[in-house]
Nanobody, 123 residues
Framework: QVQLVESGGGSVQTGGSLRLSCAVSGDTSNANCMAWFRQAPGKEREEVAAIEIDGTTTYASSVEGRFAISQDNVKNLYLQVNRLKPEDTAMYYC??????????????????WGRGTQVTVSS
């Protein structure tokens, strides 16, 4: 089993930055893919960034150049979010999957999830 706990969200003004964290514990062999998703009220869950075990990263076009996903030596996950816009307002979730390879894939393919951290960007 993998346990994921997000932190680092908050309320910022347009153009601000945050560093989101996802603490990973349990069987890390089940975390060969990791990703960040976000979901705003009334909207479907959107994948924003994914990272493979070799460090390869993929981003949604809406965040390319503004967000950066990274992972430390014990698989804790991070998302640096810069130049934030009001449309970035959402609950941000980290997710893990034991299956490696291409990690930018639909949310239903990820079995392990954190409970989210809220990011709110004022206009």
């Amino acid at each position: 089993q993998v346990q994921l706990v997000e932190s680092g969200g908050g309320s910022v003004q347009t153009g601000g930055s945050l560093r989101l964290s996802c603490a990973v514990s349990g069987d890390t062999s089940n975390a060969n893919c990791m990703a960040w998703f976000r979901q705003a009220p009334g909207k479907e869950r959107e994948e924003v960034a994914a990272i493979e075990i070799d460090g390869t990263t993929t981003y949604a076009s809406s965040v390319e150049g503004r967000f950066a996903i990274s992972q430390d030596n014990v698989k804790n996950l991070y998302l640096q979010v810069n130049r934030l816009k009001p449309e970035d307002t959402a609950m941000y979730y980290c997710a893990a999957d034991k299956r490696g390879g291409s990690c930018f894939r639909p949310p239903w393919s990820y079995p392990y999830w954190g409970r989210g951290t809220q990011v709110t960007v004022s206009s």
